[in-house]
């Protein structure tokens, strides 16, 4: 079984910075890509951010030049850095797996953490 742990959420006013962590944990030999996405009230969510074991990256338009991905292959980890926070920022962010191959070598779907909330307020 495969676990991803969120942290770092919370509430911030519009132009600070708040860095979100995730940790992977289980019988995990390696993992493809880790990233965030989020979820508005109301609304579908959304890609924030991924980065591949090669450290290739991807943003969504909305956050590039103000949120910052990174990941530790070896340590099974990856933290979202996001400053210039704006009101429309405000969401759930899901810390997000896949690719996932366990010491087994069985390989899993995707694998989503719970979720953190992060308010940003005007």
């Known amino acids: 079984q495969v676990q991803l742990v969120e942290s770092g959420g919370g509430l911030v006013q519009a132009g600070g910075s708040l860095r979100l962590s995730c940790a992977a944990s289980?019988?995990?030999?390696?993992?493809?890509?880790m990233g965030w996405y989020r979820q508005a009230p109301g609304k579908q969510r959304e890609l924030v951010a991924l980065?591949?074991?090669?450290?290739?990256?991807n943003y969504a338009d909305s956050v590039k030049g103000r949120f910052t991905i990174f990941g530790d292959d070896a340590k099974k980890t990856v933290d979202l850095e996001m400053n210039s926070l704006k009101p429309e920022d405000t969401a759930v962010y899901y810390c997000?797996?896949?690719?996932?191959?366990?010491?087994?070598?069985?390989?899993?779907?995707?694998?989503w953490g719970q979720g953190t909330q992060v308010t940003v307020s005007s």
């Open positions: 997000y797996a896949d690719q996932v191959m366990l010491t087994s070598r069985s390989t899993l779907p995707a694998v």
């Open positions: 980065i591949t074991s090669r450290t290739s990256t």
């Open positions: 289980g019988s995990i030999f390696s993992i493809g890509v």
